[in-house]
């Protein structure tokens, strides 16, 4: 079975800094999916950040980017030049590359971002 | 829709009664997932949908939880003797599948289910 585990229950930042959030994973999988989604105070979940596991280079979207270990099985989240809209929860995922298989959640990582 | 949604946004309820849960995906999406989330946890999967048929449903906690997707588009999700433990919110995703996983999933706003 796999596992996700996000290490850091809280986290915060000072505007315009950066802050990286941590994740491992368990499995024996070798085609698979990672994701960082986020979770305002409106419940809604957005995905922010997804990379394959067969692609060594590192996902980038604007400010926020990964570092994929594979190899460790790590997967953090680096969000740059901090904005108060970034306050959430973080929530890393797994999917296997298989269809029709579920996302496996982490428990969280919730990040206070102030001015 | 523009996007996934879920009815009723908030549902209280007494322990003992029977409640459903709605969920009407993005258009065109076969994939259509519900997770439960507890306050403070990551979401955790109930049971997984490609079309009409429950492809996965081995999150489903016991005999009391039950989903369907008659059609293929919309989803109920049936909660029979609700008890407190089940107090959660309640959320549906839907996905795009064509022959391979893409793996991006969308969500709704959730559920709020309140057992009283």
């Known amino acids: 079975a796999q596992t996700v585990t996000q290490s850091q229950p809280e986290m915060s930042v000072q505007e315009a800094e950066t802050v990286t959030l941590s994740c491992t994973y368990d499995?024996?999988?070798?085609?698979?999916?990672l994701f960082w989604y986020k979770q305002p105070p409106s419940r809604q979940m957005i995905l922010v950040i997804r990379q394959e596991a067969y692609k060594q280079q590192n996902a980038t979207e604007n400010r926020f980017s990964v570092n994929f270990q594979k190899a460790a099985k790590s997967f953090s989240l680096k969000i740059s030049d901090s904005q108060l809209g970034d306050t959430a929860m973080y929530f890393c995922a797994f999917m296997k590359g298989q269809a029709g298989t579920a996302l496996i959640f982490g428990k969280g990582t919730t990040l206070s971002v102030s001015s | 829709g523009a996007g996934v949604s879920q009815t009723p946004s908030n549902k209280v309820t007494e322990k003992g009664k029977y409640v459903e849960l709605r969920c009407d995906p993005i258009?065109?999406?076969?994939?259509l997932y519900w997770y439960r989330q507890s306050l403070g946890q990551g979401p955790e999967f109930l049971i997984y949908f490609q079309g009409t048929g429950a492809a996965d449903d081995s999150g489903l906690p016991n005999d009391r939880f039950f989903a369907v997707r008659p059609e293929g588009s919309v989803s109920t999700l049936k909660i029979q003797r609700t008890e407190r433990g089940d107090s959660a919110v309640y959320l549906c995703a839907s996905s795009s599948y064509s022959g391979g996983n893409t793996g991006e999933l969308f969500f709704g706003e959730g559920s709020r289910l309140t057992v009283l």
């Open positions: 258009s065109g999406h076969t994939a």
């Open positions: 499995t024996s999988e070798n085609n698979y999916y």
